[in-house]
């Protein structure tokens, strides 16, 4: 499955909980829910998922963590915060980029308007993906 079409269902079921659950709520239960959409639908789905920084010979584990990783192809952060700052987008760039994954989702259920939330991110230099 393409990144474009995981990326379809990932928006899907942002669409799904926000509906049910509504804003306001820990990224825990987002994301416990958030899991059992996706396995539902037969996606390959990780959690919690290390990110090592590598330099040189050096492996470095400094507690960088996924929230998830569906069909090893996108990164998927949730964040339930006032607003996304500027950082969340690139810290999410930084893990496309030491993952060696191009797609990125990184929603915030914490909106009045969800659609203000949802973010994509790439992991290049055009948004190539299509």
Known sequence: MHENEISKI???ITFLIYKKLGPGLLESVYQAVFV???RSRGLDVQTEVGIPVIWNDMKLDHGFRADIIVNN???????SV??????HPKQL???LKLMGMRLGMLINFNE???TDGIKRVVNSLTDDLG
Do not use: A, S, W
């Open 82 to 87: 006032e607003k996304l700052l500027p950082v």
């Open 36 to 38: 059992y959409e996706l």
């Open 73 to 79: 192809k996108v990164i998927i952060e949730l964040k």
């Open 93 to 95: 760039r930084t893990y």
């Open 112 to 114: 009045d308007k969800l």
């Open 10 to 12: 990932i928006v899907d």
